[in-house]
């Protein structure tokens, strides 16, 4: 399988402290990879570098063979690598269905100013926009709460709104950073059900952070192991479980 993204000797400091120091590594297409780690090991960072929304203080992230490291975050955005939106940008006054058709217009030629105000290209959008989050619905089985508002969504709702807005900006690899943080068993086998859906069924590649160790064996076909901002191990989750230097880090922690 051929590299989508590549991470090239990746380093961001903060003053005198190494966030992510000289990290390397192959994202393939169409891959669930996980990025694991005990806490402050970098790991958002990482992702953050990755969607640009933070600058590189050395080496660069390639996409396809092209830099998009230190571009703008939206730029990046664009061309298809999309970390899912915190909870916080839902929008809660609006609906399930509300928030995802608004979600289209980061690949809109027509701006959010020209959504709220009306604009031709608006206009024209919205059909192909809302035909589009329909299907997505109906893609997430979401129909159910379609038309509730975000503010009335239990948490495990909001969290696939999360995914259902990531989709609607049409993403080639989709950045989930603790996608099943304070989710019950139940709720996390649900939505690693919908993340693979999302990679098997959309083509999307996947790279998720995650501190569930079971969900991470399930779900990932590869894992890359951060500690103190150095990758420590790479491998299939059988390579990572029986790694030393990852019982080690673990251990230790
Ligand atoms: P993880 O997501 O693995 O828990 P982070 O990437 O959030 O770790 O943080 C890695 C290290 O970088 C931590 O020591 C953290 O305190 C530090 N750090 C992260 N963001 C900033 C920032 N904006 N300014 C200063 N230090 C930061
Ligand atoms: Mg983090």
Redesign the pocket.
């Known amino acids: 399988m051929t590299a989508i993204l590549e991470v090239d000797k990746l380093t961001r400091r903060?003053g005198g402290?190494v966030?992510v120091n000289n990290i390397s590594f192959d994202v393939k297409q169409g891959e669930i990879l996980s990025v694991i780690?005990p806490?402050?090991?970098?790991?958002?960072?990482l992702f953050k570098l990755i969607s640009s929304f933070l600058s590189t203080s050395a080496g660069e992230v390639r996409f396809k063979g092209e830099k998009v490291s230190d571009l703008s975050p939206h730029v990046v955005a664009r061309k298809g690598i999309v970390r899912t939106f915190q909870e916080t940008t839902i929008f809660r006054s609006m609906t399930t269905r509300e928030n995802i058709i608004i979600a289209h217009h980061l690949r809109s030629k027509a701006s959010m100013a020209g959504y709220f105000w009306g604009s031709a290209q608006a206009r024209r959008d919205e059909a192909t926009f809302a035909k589009s989050a329909d299907e997505i619905i109906q893609f997430l089985d979401m129909q159910g709460i379609a038309d509730e508002l975000a503010s009335n969504l239990p948490q495990g709702n909001l969290r696939a709104l999360g995914i259902a807005i990531g989709l609607a900006t049409d993403p080639e690899i989709l950045l989930l950073d603790e996608p099943f943080a304070g989710m019950n068993h139940d709720e996390t086998m649900q939505m690693v059900d919908l993340v693979r859906s999302v990679q098997r069924e959309r083509g999307v590649t996947v790279m998720l952070?995650e501190h569930d160790m079971p969900a991470v064996m399930k779900i990932s076909d590869r894992i890359v192991v951060i500690n103190f901002g150095e990758k420590i191990a790479e491998g299939t989750p059988a390579e990572i479980r029986s790694n030393d230097k990852v019982i080690e880090a673990y251990l230790g922690s």
């Open positions: 903060f402290l966030a780690g806490n402050g090991a970098g790991k958002s960072t952070v």
